[in-house]
């Protein structure tokens, strides 16, 4: 599948927050700080790493999350017609958050299953796949796919969010000892903008969340990313004139970066014939 990433919304992050909210998990008992809680995407940005410490409960089991606003991406399913792959089907997906990552203290095996699927940790991504909402143009009107049509899209965008790091699941990856942890949050170079919840929760030996705590992440675009990411959010028409632009530059660098090559390597030998 190919597909093509655009800045949407960030309901699904705040979701996920408010559902365990609702769930009545203790706030209290557990603290967390990142380290920075700022990140800065400019040219040069190839990906970075946050720590996150703090204090639980202890004895208590400590999971991380990282959960990124949502972005619609556009995706496109390819078949054969008459013998040509083509594409056959195009859909938009809404609702996952951009970015989910989860870090634990033990094995993901220690944690009873009904926690795992309440916290949104379970390797399968049951909780993020219940918020994602498949669309397609049909008729010029949108309409929205059945779960089961719906499945093929969804796990193929994981799986491309998987590929590119933005969905992980990391065990014995947080450090425990004395009612402190620390963990490293692995920040790849296509982190979304905008805000990242992180959230620690605290599970008990009965297997029960007995605290829990978050922090937020900023990323922002800075210099050249930024200036570019607003013209093409405000100034679509100037951002295309540059688009053209520079591809008409580079093809004319191109060209004669060869032209100069071709001199180069075939150049011609001139040979004097003395009488």
Excluded: C
Aim: proline share 3%; glycine share 10%; hydrophobic share 45%.
């Amino acid at each position: 599948m190919r597909t093509m990433l655009k800045p949407f919304a960030l309901a699904a992050v705040f979701a996920l927050v408010l559902g365990l909210a609702a769930a009545g998990f203790a706030a209290s008992g557990a603290e967390i700080t990142l380290t920075p809680d700022r990140i800065e995407i400019g040219t040069g940005f190839n990906g970075g790493e946050v720590k996150v410490t703090g204090k639980v409960p202890e004895g208590s089991q400590v999971i991380i999350q990282a959960i990124s606003p949502e972005k619609r991406v556009a995706l496109s399913k390819k078949g054969k017609v008459s013998g040509v792959w083509m594409t056959v089907e195009k859909t938009q997906v809404s609702g996952m958050p951009a970015m989910f990552k989860v870090y634990t203290s033990g094995k993901m095996a220690d944690i009873p299953t009904d926690v795992q699927k309440e916290l949104g940790i379970d390797s399968d991504f049951s909780a993020v796949k219940s918020l994602a909402e498949v669309t397609e143009k049909h008729e010029e009107k949108t309409v929205t796919l059945d779960k089961e049509r719906a499945e093929e899209f969804v796990n193929g965008l994981i799986a491309l969010y998987r590929e590119r790091n933005l969905y992980t699941v990391d065990e014995n990856a947080v450090q425990v000892a004395g009612g402190r942890f620390a963990a490293t949050l692995q920040i790849p170079a296509d982190i979304p903008r905008g805000q990242t919840k992180v959230l620690v929760y605290a599970v008990g030996s009965d297997g029960s969340v007995v605290a829990s705590s978050s922090a937020l992440l900023n990323v922002e675009a800075v210099g050249l990313v930024r200036t570019l990411g607003d013209m093409a959010a405000h100034n679509a028409v100037a951002y295309g004139i540059l688009a053209v632009g520079v591809a008409l530059v580079t093809g004319i660098l191109i060209a004669q970066f060869f032209k100069w090559l071709q001199k180069a390597v075939f150049k011609e030998e001139h040979v004097e014939v003395g009488h």
